[in-house]
């Protein structure tokens, strides 16, 4: 199958699923920050921790592994620009790809959103030969993962970030629980 | 018996992890590109350099990437687009226009702070040469470092313009 069909095929899975969790509103993204809906942390975490899994358990059975480049090196680039990822997704709504899940749902807050997007990379790309500071100097070795900087196995690693994923997902139903009653009470 | 879904006909959470998270892995197995979105940006602004573009996060959805072999992006993209098309049309039994906005908001309001919380996103995406489904969802996949800071701020950014702007989403 061609490069283009197949990444097609994965973008059609990865809309609805973006969809079906409810991304394509950014009501729901943003009561995350409002700490009255933890599906965001929920569906990303577990998402992360299945991929990890599945990812883990095709090496072990001899698939090819993915290439290094796929793991980012941590630099001053991807700590500021996440940062502005966190805080344009409470300014206007969505992050990138539930921008097209919400727009693709007829929402034009979301269209209006990815189309400014194109300016605003333009603008970075514009500014930064002009900034005298050097964004991608690496912060620790290149592609660094998580059992490398641990010393742990990968296996260790998948059941601690299983663990973390397990007490977060409580401390969201607490937070969830805690809003709702105030909500209610609020309107009685 | 727990239904999988809630009255808006979209997943619960458990189910949605599940769903995306079997998509991330067959995206690193299957093509082993992950998932990428911004990069799509990438495509129209071509690298200065040819050292530029083997930096260390050449191959995200950067700035220093090579355009020319990741055509694939588009197809991609616009695949996400159909997708979320396609299970949206079916949850509300048809297509809405709309402008959702928080419980008092004026439309005009909201399609200006979509609009520059776009612009501000679309700086980030290229300064972080990757946005929350390439760096966040594939590289934290893969176990990276860089990924796992990456969604720390990501959710610190979101907390802290969430003092001012969080206002604009309360219903």
Redesign the interface.
Known sequence: MS????????????????????F????RL?????LRD??M???????????????LL?QALG??P??D???????L??????????????????????????????????L??????????????WL?PRMNLD??A?L?P??????D?LGTP?IG?LIGLGVACLLGWKLGDHFEARSAAKRAARRT | MLSCL?S?R??R??F????????????????????H??GV??L??PPATVEAAQ??????CS??SAAADK???A??????????????FW??RG????????EGVRPLT??V?????????????????????S????????????????????????????IF??RF???
Request: aromatic content about 14%; glycine content about 16%; charged content about 10%.
């Open positions: 490069e283009s069909l197949s990444s097609l095929l994965i973008g059609v899975l990865f809309g609805a699923s973006l969809d079906l969790a409810g394509g509103s950014p009501r943003n009561d995350q920050f409002l933890f599906s942390f929920k569906v990303m975490f577990g998402a992360i921790v299945l991929a990890a899994a599945i990812y095709m698939f090819f993915a290439p480049s796929l793991i980012p090196t941590l630099d680039a991807v700590l500021v620009g996440g940062f502005l990822l966190g805080a344009g997704l409470v300014v206007g709504g969505y992050c990138p790809g539930t921008a097209l899940a919400g727009a693709a749902g007829g929402r034009l807050d979301a209006l959103f990815f189309g400014m997007m194109y300016p605003g990379y333009r603008l970075w790309v930064e964004f991608h690496a620790a290149s592609h660094l993962s998580m059992p900087l990968r690693v | 809630r808006d979209t997943l959470p458990l949605a992890a599940v769903l995306m998270g079997a998509v991330v892995g067959l995206s690193l197995l299957w093509t082993q590109t992950g998932i979105v911004s940006f990438a129209l602004c930096a260390p996060n050449a191959f995200s700035i220093h055509g694939w992006i197809w991609m993209v616009g695949g996400i687009f159909a997708g979320a098309f396609l299970t949206s949850r509300s297509l809405r226009f709309a402008i959702e906005r928080g909201r399609l702070l979509a609009a520059a919380g776009g612009l501000v996103v679309g700086v980030g995406s290229a300064l972080a040469g990757g946005c929350t489904s760096i966040g969802l594939t590289g934290s996949a893969l176990f990276s470092v860089a990924a796992f800071a990456f969604l720390g701020v990501f959710f610190l950014g979101g907390f802290a313009a969430r702007f969080g989403w309360n219903v």
